[in-house]
Nanobody
Framework: QVHPVESGGGLVQAGGSLRLSCAAP????????MGWYHQAPGMQRELVAA???????IYVDSVKGRFTISRDNGNNMMYLQMNSLKPEDTAVYYC????????WGQGTQVTVSS
């Protein structure tokens, strides 16, 4: 596996929830700080949240209190629980290392309708 594989996106109404999953390369996951990124149409890809190897997390202000990042080091998985979704959360969501070093995957589309 040379790039992460994201899943769990979909179409949801405003106020709804989704849980995204990321399967990351085993070789780096256990020691790497990992991040979720999103890219809205016409916009640059940007960091949404990150989590280090022992569970310390950071979030951009726009998602604080609504999104929760977590990881399962034993299974090389990372998750993003997204609650109280807003139309402005609509984007393709990707995972990668913090300060990305991996090849980008295809991402997973999240669409929030108003």
């Amino acid at each position: 596996q040379v790039h992460p594989v994201e899943s769990g996106g979909g179409l949801v109404q405003a106020g709804g929830s989704l849980r995204l999953s990321c399967a990351a390369p085993e070789s780096i996951f256990a020691i790497a700080t990992m991040g979720w990124y999103h890219q809205a149409p016409g916009m640059q890809r940007e960091l949404v949240a990150a989590i280090n190897s022992v569970g310390g997390a950071i979030y951009v202000d726009s998602v604080k209190g609504r999104f929760t990042i977590s990881r399962d080091n034993g299974n090389n998985m990372m998750y993003l629980q997204m609650n109280s979704l807003k139309p402005e959360d609509t984007a393709v969501y990707y995972c990668n290392t913090y300060k990305p070093t991996l090849e980008w995957g295809q991402g997973t589309q999240v669409t929030v309708s108003s």
